[in-house]
């Protein structure tokens, strides 16, 4: 079965970076879709980044240019640096997993989640 553990989510002031790293474990596939999903209080979740078991990227439009998706295929780990924060970025991002992405579509139903982790970012 599929574990994902995120770290790194905490509190930070509008303008200051934050990395997400989320380690993956007890899976078969080694080119398997990676991502992270954000959900915020009363609003639906929306991807933020994924990248295939071919190493391509995706990024929804809130992150492009502010946010770095990375994966050390050696400690199965994925990372997501976020700069330049804002306010808006305030949510749970959650981690998430898929044996198969044939796109980097950022709006992709991952199959496997992690319990998530908050970042706040204050103004």
């Known amino acids: 079965q599929v574990q994902l553990m995120e770290s790194g989510g905490g509190s930070v002031r509008a303008g200051g970076s934050l990395r997400l790293s989320c380690v993956a474990s007890?899976?078969?596939?080694?080119?398997?879709?990676l991502g992270w999903v954000r959900q915020a209080p009363g609003k639906e979740r929306e991807g933020v980044a994924i990248?295939?078991?071919?190493?391509?990227?995706g990024y929804a439009d809130p992150g492009k240019g502010r946010f770095t998706l990375t994966r050390d295929r050696v400690k199965n780990t994925l990372y997501l640096q976020m700069k330049r924060l804002k306010p808006e970025d305030t949510a749970m991002y959650f981690c998430?997993?898929?044996?198969?992405?044939?796109?980097?579509?950022?709006?992709?139903?991952?199959?496997?989640w992690g319990q998530g982790i908050q970042v706040n970012v204050s103004s």
């Open positions: 007890g899976y078969s596939q080694e080119r398997k879709c």
């Open positions: 998430a997993a898929d044996p198969w992405c044939a796109s980097p579509d950022p709006s992709f139903s991952f199959s496997y």
């Open positions: 990248i295939t078991g071919f190493d391509t990227i």
